[in-house]
């Protein structure tokens, strides 16, 4: 139940084009579901995040969807570019308590020039 | 406002060495966590303290590893004796309400046992 499984392992994406990754929870109780990047050598740093009372947040090119009903949420990357060339994580806590937040297995993006 | 600063940046040590790693928090975030990820992972929670209390430690494996947090500041995560399975990258993170509970961590303690 406090799984929060992602996909793809890994993406290559040409520049210009939409990256997609996706992610899935069990647990209903969760509330708060950030996106993270990872730059080699770096830590996570919060890129967006969401709240389930909406089904959409973006900012700039960065595009978060939720799905309530089926526990599934999904990072969208628009017109992706050499520079978004990253490690990215969605995680999932449940914020009323201590704020725990359980990440997925990240998703290695590489895109192509 | 300075970030999360962790020390040391790497460190390679023989399996049943010691190993301790330091963090200094944002100031005033209350909350801080120790994270472990291994390559290819996602990070996953060891200790969370709130000030200086414990409020999880489920996956702290503490035979081995301890960690505290000195007058709700600074925080050291310690893991003796390491085995091979712990190589891996220690990330030190902390949150505060007043920051609307974002999680912000440091760039992590990259240890290897050989």
């Known amino acids: 139940q406090q799984q929060v499984k992602q996909s793809p392992q890994s993406l290559i994406v040409q520049k210009g084009g939409i990256s997609i990754i996706n992610c899935a929870y069990e647990n209903t109780a969760f509330d708060y579901f950030p996106w993270y990047q990872q730059f080699p050598g770096k830590g996570p740093a919060l890129l967006i995040a969401?709240?389930?009372?909406?089904s959409e947040k973006k900012e700039g090119r960065f595009t978060i969807s939720f799905n309530k009903s089926a526990k599934q949420f999904s990072l969208h990357i628009m017109d992706s570019q050499p520079g978004d060339s990253a490690t990215y994580f969605c995680?999932?806590?449940?914020?009323?308590?201590?704020?725990?937040?359980?990440f997925g297995a990240g998703t290695r993006l590489a895109v192509h020039p | 406002e300075a970030g999360v600063a962790q020390s040391p940046r790497y460190k390679i040590i023989e399996k049943r060495q010691s190993v301790a790693f330091w963090c200094n928090p944002i100031?005033?975030?209350?909350?801080l966590y120790w994270y472990q990820q291994i390559l290819g992972q996602g990070p996953k929670l060891l200790i969370q303290?709130?000030?200086?209390?414990?409020?999880?430690d489920s996956q702290l494996p503490k035979d081995r590893f301890s960690a505290e947090r000195l007058k709700g500041v600074d925080s050291t995560l310690k893991i003796q004796p390491a085995k091979l399975e712990d190589s891996a990258v220690y990330l030190c993170a902390n949150s505060d309400s007043r920051s609307g509970n974002t999680i912000y961590f440091g760039e992590g303690s990259w240890l290897t046992v050989v």
């Open positions: 303290f709130q000030n200086n209390g414990v409020v999880d």
């Open positions: 995680a999932a806590s449940k914020t009323g308590g201590y704020n725990k937040l359980i």
């Open positions: 969401i709240r389930p009372d909406v």
């Open positions: 100031s005033g975030h209350a909350t």
